[in-house]
């Protein structure tokens, strides 16, 4: 089984930046897309960012477009999310996920495996 662990959030003020990781441990040659989404209370989880394993063509939501960063390592088994220029929308639960398929897709419900979550606070 693919298991998933997220590091780097916090408390951050508007305007900062902060660095989310996942490393993926187990049969990761399974995986083909690496993302995040994220969740903020009271608010479905939605898509933020994702890659193929090629880590070409990464695919964003628009409001993060410009200021968010996704980048894979294969050799590590990691992928990482640079976010700058932080709103205080930003803040949710931050999950890691990753999908077997090999399509980059937008909705949760397609991807296998799941992070714990990392809380990202923005405060304005």
């Known amino acids: 089984q693919v298991q998933l662990a997220e590091s780097g959030g916090g408390l951050v003020q508007a305007g900062g930046s902060l660095r989310l990781s996942c490393a993926a441990s187990g049969p990761t040659s399974s995986i083909y897309v690496m993302g995040w989404f994220r969740q903020a209370p009271g608010k479905e989880r939605e898509f933020v960012a994702a890659v193929t394993w090629s880590g070409r063509m990464p695919q964003y939501r628009d409001s993060v477009k410009g200021r968010f960063t996704i980048l894979r390592d294969n050799a590590k088994n990691t992928v990482s999310l640079e976010m700058n220029s932080l709103k205080a929308e930003d803040t949710a639960v931050y999950y890691c996920?990753?999908?077997?398929?090999?399509?980059?897709?937008?909705?949760?419900?397609?991807?296998?495996?799941w992070g714990q979550g990392t809380q990202v606070t923005v405060s304005s």
């Open positions: 996920a990753a999908r077997r398929g090999s399509i980059v897709s937008v909705a949760p419900t397609l991807y296998d495996y």
